[in-house]
């Protein structure tokens, strides 16, 4: 083989292994561009919310009996929180002895509800009364009292499990505790 032939066939055995290696490259930062991106982690201090009280009342159409858990929720960003009527929201309970969430589809909460930046609101949490019996009395009789305290001893003896609630807003990544403050109030 004569020398010009010799240096022409190792250039093109060169330029064709240069050409698969960029390609190779390029195929690679194609596919890692293409990988599905992480979602954020959920943000458990962007929303807060403080337990403040407990009530009875019945569902819309006035057939079935729930227990209202009431809390004072706070936006602690810069920016307005807003949750719509079609929002994908998760609402769950938060059972303490197994130390999971449990998605019951009859736990909700008001909707729809916007909180302002840096401002607060009272929000009611809706969970069904599973044979809590019990009339509410006029807010401001005597007897209001005496039935909260019974609802609070139901809450904390037949339904003991329950240490909370937890919302995820799938959208903005929040996930907002509701905390177990009628355990408290035993």
Not at 31 to 51: L, V
Not at 175 to 181: E, V
Request: hydrophobic share 35%; proline share 5%; with cysteine.
């Amino acid at each position: 083989m004569k020398p010009w032939q010799r240096l022409v066939l190792i250039s093109a055995g060169a330029g064709a292994g240069a050409i698969l290696a960029a390609a190779l490259v390029l195929l690679t930062l194609v596919w890692y561009s293409a990988r599905p991106k992480r979602p954020a982690p959920w943000n458990g201090n962007a929303i807060q919310a403080k337990y403040d009280d407990v009530a009875t009342g019945s569902t819309s159409n006035g057939q079935t009996p729930e227990i209202l858990f009431y809390y004072v929720v706070t936006n602690e960003t810069d920016s307005d929180y807003k949750v719509n009527q079609a929002d994908s929201i998760t609402m769950m309970g938060k059972l303490e002895a197994e130390r999971s969430l449990l998605k019951e589809e009859r736990i909700t909460i008001d909707r729809p509800f916007f909180i302002p930046a840096k401002q607060s609101v009272r929000l009611r949490i809706h969970v069904p009364s599973y044979g809590f019996k019990g009339v509410e009395p006029d807010y401001n009789s005597k007897e209001h009292e005496k039935y909260i305290d019974q609802l609070i001893q139901y809450v904390n003896k037949d339904m003991g499990n329950l240490d909370g609630f937890v919302l995820c807003d799938d959208s903005t990544r929040y996930q907002i505790n509701f905390p177990s403050g009628w355990k408290k109030k035993k």
